[in-house]
């Protein structure tokens, strides 16, 4: 063998190991989504069925329902609720009849303290899901200062990134306002 063959060699079994190993994702895992144009949301991965790009013809339409409660949709073979979530928290809802919406699917029977044999999934409609991003615990911070103060209680934390605020969302609050309207 060769001193260059030697070299090559050695240097891939250095390097072989490190192709096997795990990286150590740091943070919790959030969906991001656009509330309205100036106000960003997380909602914990934890309880994240699925993210959808739903046709509006898919979401059947109830009578007689809360103004933010969309209508009755299925995927999956579940059906489950559709909420429009900027209206439900107090904001102004850029939806009226639209021909597609963002959804994101949570189980919101993880999140009651009630045991049931199905599952029990809620739609939440957003103007723009924007992504997966990983939050460190030390990023955290309480101030709220420039909320309106109907979101108030549907958020758990907020978040500084740069010159932005992420606030993590209080999805126990957001069923109980569903469940009492």
Request: glycine fraction near 4%.
């Amino acid at each position: 063998m060769s001193t260059t063959e030697i070299s090559s060699l050695s240097r891939l079994q250095e390097l072989l190991p490190q192709l096997f190993e795990t990286p150590q994702i740091q943070g919790e895992p959030y969906l991001s989504c656009q509330l309205t144009s100036q106000i960003n949301g997380l909602v914990s991965m934890e309880f994240v069925q699925e993210s959808l790009l739903v046709a509006g013809e898919q979401i059947t339409i109830l009578p007689s329902m809360s103004s933010f409660v969309m209508g009755l949709m299925t995927s999956r073979d579940r059906v489950f609720f559709v909420i429009d979530l900027p209206h439900l928290l107090g904001l102004s809802s850029p939806f009226t009849l639209l021909q597609t919406y963002q959804m994101i699917v949570i189980r919101a029977s993880s999140l009651m303290s009630q045991t049931t044999n199905n599952e029990l999934l809620l739609g939440l409609a957003v103007p723009r899901i924007q992504g997966v991003i990983r939050v460190i615990s030390d990023k955290r911070e309480t101030d709220q200062k420039d909320l309106p103060e109907s979101l108030l209680p549907f958020i758990q934390e907020t978040l500084k990134e740069g010159e932005n605020a992420l606030h993590i969302l209080n999805l126990i609050n957001i069923i109980k306002k569903v469940k009492t309207n």
